[in-house]
Nanobody
Framework: QLQLVESGGGLVQAGGSLRLSCAAS????????RGWFRQAPGKEREFVAA????????YYADSVKGRFTITRDNAKNTVYLQMNSLKPEDTAVYYC???????????????WGQGTQVTVSS
């Protein structure tokens, strides 16, 4: 079983930055791709960013391109989401997910973390 734990969320003013972390433990069972998704109140969960195991394939939602960066440290089994120039519309619960192949679709991911709240004030 693979466990994912997100951290790093919090309250930040518009224009500020946060870095989210997603630490994995347990057996990966080749579920080495990682994705970040988010869900705002009253909205469906949406894709944010994803990376393959070696970082050769990286994807971003149009809404975060140029502001967010996904990276990973495989020695630490941790994936990061650096979020810069944050906007109030980035407010959401951010979830980390693990799957075999990186991509923008929820169905590609089998394991999910519990989420971490990000709140951006105007």
């Amino acid at each position: 079983q693979l466990q994912l734990v997100e951290s790093g969320g919090g309250l930040v003013q518009a224009g500020g930055s946060l870095r989210l972390s997603c630490a994995a433990s347990g057996r990966t069972l080749s579920r080495n791709a990682r994705g970040w998704f988010r869900q705002a109140p009253g909205k469906e969960r949406e894709f944010v960013a994803a990376t393959s195991y070696m970082g050769g394939n990286i994807y971003y939602a149009d809404s975060v391109k140029g502001r967010f960066t996904i990276t990973r440290d495989n020695a630490k089994n941790t994936v990061y989401l650096q979020m810069n120039s944050l906007k109030p519309e980035d407010t959401a619960v951010y979830y980390c997910a693990a799957g075999v192949v990186a991509g923008p679709t929820e169905g590609q991911y089998e394991y999910w973390g519990q989420g971490t709240q990000v709140t951006v004030s105007s």
